[in-house]
């Protein structure tokens, strides 16, 4: 059993996704240093008929990741995202904590342009990036 989701929350009822929660449920949590990291414990159903981590499981989480990251930046507002990409890198499957970490690259008016990367143990599953417009 994955025990490291100590210390992660869950969105606020403000917040609340009931895609996210039914499809993760996702976690996130801020680091001493501010960054924001976001992660979920891995489990057989977040896995395709291989048994390694469903493509759309993971391009989930890197949207939920897309908010948690800009979530200093969007304050009490709310957002919708305008664009995004990834790339699949590495397979990952069930029993495994799998992370997810980005920056805001550029953020004003009603843009916030963020990238980051999906990653279980250091090895990074997925790369993405996106745009979120300020509602």
């Known amino acids: 059993m994955?025990?490291?989701?100590?210390?992660?929350?869950?969105?606020?009822?403000t917040h609340r996704d009931p895609f996210e929660d039914h499809c993760g449920p996702f976690f996130w949590r801020k680091l001493p240093d501010g960054t924001v990291e976001t992660a979920f414990a891995a489990k057989a159903?977040?896995?395709n008929g291989m048994g390694i981590l469903h493509g759309g499981v993971l391009m989930s989480f890197a949207d939920y990741s897309l908010f948690a990251i800009a979530n200093d930046e969007l304050g009490t507002g709310s957002a919708v995202t305008v664009s995004f990409s990834s790339d699949f890198i590495a397979g990952a499957g069930p029993g495994q904590l799998i992370k997810g970490r980005g920056q805001i690259?550029?953020?004003?008016?009603?843009?916030?342009f963020v990238r980051g990367e999906i990653?279980?143990?250091?090895?990074?599953?997925?790369?993405?990036?996106?745009?979120?417009?300020?509602r």
């Open 119 to 134: 990653f279980s143990d250091e090895r990074v599953l997925l790369s993405f990036s996106g745009v979120l417009m300020r």
């Open 105 to 112: 690259t550029r953020a004003g008016g009603r843009l916030i």
């Open 45 to 47: 159903h977040h896995c």
């Open 2 to 13: 994955i025990t490291e989701l100590d210390g992660y929350q869950t969105w606020s009822t």
